[in-house]
Nanobody, 133 residues
Framework: QLQLVESGGGLVQPGGSLRLSCAASGFTLDYYAIGWFRQAPGKEREGISCISSSDGSTYYADSVKGRFTISRDNAKNTVYLQMNSLKPEDTAIYYC??????????????????????????WGQGTQVTVSS
C-alpha cells in the first residue's frame, strides 16, 4: 500500500520540542517534495514547511520560521520536522504530504501555500500535537 505515515506527535509543555517523522511506505521519497501541513480546530489548514525533491530548497511559513526545521533522509525514506520553542498556538493535527517533482524554492513555496489533499500525490493521516502546561 502506497502511503505516508506520520509519527512523533504528543503532549508537550510550552517551550518544549518534538520531532515529527513522515515515513513513506510502498514507494521511494527520492523524487518527491514533502510538505508539513497543520490544522487546528476552527482554523484553516496551513502549510508550514516544505522541502524540495532533490536540490534542498526549503520553505517555512512565518508562523514557524526560526523554530521549526525540515530535513530529509532518503536512505531512511523519511522526512523530519524538528519543532522547538513550541507554543500553545502550535497545537494542531500535523499532516505530511508528498508531490512528485517540485525541485526549486518557488515550487516548494507553491506546494506549501497552495497544496491540498486533492492536488498533492500523497497525504498522510496526521499526528496530534498538543502544546499545553
Amino acid at each position: 500500500q502506497l502511503q505516508l505515515v506520520e509519527s512523533g506527535g504528543g503532549l508537550v509543555q510550552p517551550g518544549g520540542s518534538l520531532r515529527l517523522s513522515c515515513a513513506a511506505s510502498g514507494f521511494t521519497l527520492d523524487y518527491y517534495a514533502i510538505g508539513w501541513f497543520r490544522q487546528a480546530p476552527g482554523k484553516e489548514r496551513e502549510g508550514i514547511s516544505c522541502i524540495s525533491s532533490s536540490d534542498g530548497s526549503t520553505y517555512y511559513a512565518d508562523s514557524v520560521k526560526g523554530r521549526f526545521t525540515i530535513s530529509r533522509d532518503n536512505a531512511k525514506n523519511t522526512v523530519y520536522l524538528q519543532m522547538n520553542s513550541l507554543k500553545p498556538e502550535d497545537t494542531a493535527i500535523y499532516y505530511c504530504a508528498g508531490d512528485e517533482g517540485p525541485d526549486s524554492i518557488s515550487a516548494v513555496q507553491a506546494m506549501c501555500v497552495k497544496g491540498t489533499p486533492a492536488l498533492l500525490d500523497y497525504w498522510g493521516q496526521g499526528t496530534q500535537v498538543t502544546v499545553s502546561s
